[in-house]
């Protein structure tokens, strides 16, 4: 059978068929090329990324809804705040806007967790209203225009520097055995923390008597207090022989003074740095001159976390979590818990 040569019309159908496929393929090739090109370079924990990301930033929402209660000293007031507006004042007010970024994040820490367990702690007595103190009783607290007052023109750079810390810590707090713990502190140790028993009877398994050896560069390390004898036999109730010389010093474990007699009484270390207002329980004594002369080691009650030790650490570069799991021995550092974060909304 011959052959016959394709029509015109078949050539003509022929050729349309073959453009469109090459059209088919052409666009295929456009769409793919990018997809080609970018899929290398996708980072494979991006996804990963951004839900953290997101879920960060659901804290950071769920956390600025959280108020405290403030009960201010002076003017017998309340100011409601945000309760990381009231950690960045905390912060302000209980320890140097100059300390390393890690020890503030320290303080910050420890003071969210102070207010979450006050809460925890006040709920059944008043929970229509629960305030903390703005002094020395709670946490020492100034708003911002006391704070403003207190450092004039160098108040935007060290809040810059406070808030970072803050933030830098949104939402977590100091837990130990699934709940959060009271995390005392205080100014400059002696060169140990003390055992919470030994200063207030009471054991509390993470307020262990640690060694805190970077309190010695603290200004406040050493102090000396003369006080006329007549002024001592009215604080402490005794009557005191300018003759005879005060009784042993008992010590205990962290070189604090645990007993001391004194006009014939015995008396506790704390109850002698307390009624006389001395500066730290590691105390030596001697009298002249009708006078009581104290030296002193460290400043504050001693129990948890040093701050000048925390600057310490930090300044050799440790994180504010090495700080608080140190001196706040086997606990974590979490999240605030979502029952936590109601409590303390309004």
Known sequence: MQNKKPSTKRRRLKSHVIISILIVCLFTVIVALPTLIVVPFIDPGGMERTATAMEQEKEIKETASVAVEVSRT???TVETVPLETYVTRVVASEMPADFELEALKAQAVAARTYVVRYM???QAEKPEA???????????????EELRQAWGKEYEEKMTKLTEAVEGTSGEIIMYDGEPITPSFFSTSNGYTENAEDYWENPLPYLKSVESPWDKQSPKFEDQK??????????LGVDIDPNKPPGELKRNSSQRVSEVEIGGKQFKGREIREKLGLKSTDFTLSMKDNHLIFQTKGYGHGVGMSQYGANGMAAEGKSYKDILTYYYKDTEINKLPAEGAKLVSK
């Not at 629960?130 to 100034?142: A, F, G, N, P």
């Not at 003369?226 to 604080?235: C, F, N, Q, R, T």
């Open 74 to 76: 002076a003017s017998n």
């Open 120 to 122: 925890e702690d006040h």
């Open 130 to 144: 629960i305030e903390v103190s703005d002094s020395t009783s709670d946490q020492v607290y100034k708003n911002e």
């Open 226 to 235: 003369v006080i006329e004898i007549e002024e001592a036999e009215k604080l």
